[in-house]
């Protein structure tokens, strides 16, 4: 098995078990520096789903948005007053991360 294979594996299972949690309440109706987090949230997983099912390959329009959305998600997260949504978003954060790292090239 490749690395990168077992890195998109690896991803898979963390992703699995983030989207079990639900979406913070506190966060529901949040916006900050003008964005509404649910937003950046959706986008982040668009961008991880996309991956994932394209066996880390995303396309230039989606990494330049994912890596729009874990800078704008790195500037909210020291706003959050919850420490619930702070967790949150830190793992989300830490997952995104994960698969800017792990881009393999496509158009």
């Known amino acids: 098995m490749s690395e990168s294979t077992e890195q998109v594996q690896a991803i898979g299972r963390l992703w699995n078990e983030f989207?079990?949690?639900p979406f913070p309440d506190s966060l529901r109706h949040a916006t900050f520096r003008g964005a509404e987090l649910w937003l950046i949230e959706?986008?982040?997983?668009?961008c991880v789903l996309g991956w994932l099912n394209n066996s880390g390959l995303l396309g230039s329009k989606d990494r330049?948005?994912?890596q729009r959305r874990i800078e704008d998600l790195a500037g909210v997260i020291p706003e959050i007053n919850d420490p619930a949504g702070t967790q949150y978003c830190r793992r989300l954060h830490q997952l995104a991360l994960r698969v800017s790292?792990?881009?393999s090239s496509a158009k």
């Open 42 to 46: 959706l986008d982040i997983a668009g």
């Open 19 to 21: 989207s079990q949690e």
């Open 64 to 66: 330049v948005l994912l």
């Open 101 to 103: 790292r792990n881009l």
